[in-house]
């Protein structure tokens, strides 16, 4: 599957920004799905989770209750909805489709077998 993530961009700390991952095929439903983002100097890090059917959702604790994960399967897209958006969000993300045999957590990203391109996040203060 290729995906291709979308809608980043400059914002001031407090705004928000809508992130959209684009997957080709007919097998997007197959696939759990992830946000990650890597920040200059710093390694990737999870971000957020979703479930094949939208039923099981994970956050890393600075972004819950910020950030919401959504999917439709029929237009073959995840979201990432950020709002509040803090100066320390800033970073290239990342959306990834997860192996469908892996086990390792869903946090570690050598679950993932597919990556979007990324798109650029900069928070202002």
């Known amino acids: 599957v290729q995906l291709q993530a979308s809608g980043g961009g400059l914002v001031q700390a407090g705004g928000y920004l809508r992130l959209s991952c684009v997957a080709s095929?007919?097998?997007?439903?197959?696939?759990?799905m992830g946000w990650f983002r890597q920040a200059p100097g710093k390694e990737r890090e999870f971000v957020a989770f979703?479930?094949?059917?939208?039923?099981?959702?994970d956050y890393l604790d600075p972004v819950k209750g910020r950030f919401t994960i959504s999917r439709d399967n029929a237009k073959n897209t995840v979201y990432l909805q950020m709002n509040g958006l803090k100066p320390e969000d800033t970073a290239v993300y990342y959306c990834?489709?997860?192996?469908?045999?892996?086990?390792?957590?869903?946090?570690?990203?050598?679950?993932?077998?597919?990556w979007g391109q990324g798109t650029e996040v900069t928070v202002s203060s």
């Open positions: 990834a489709a997860r192996q469908t045999t892996a086990t390792m957590s869903v946090h570690n990203d050598e679950g993932y077998a597919f």
């Open positions: 095929g007919r097998t997007f439903s197959s696939y759990s």
């Open positions: 979703i479930s094949r059917s939208g039923g099981i959702i």
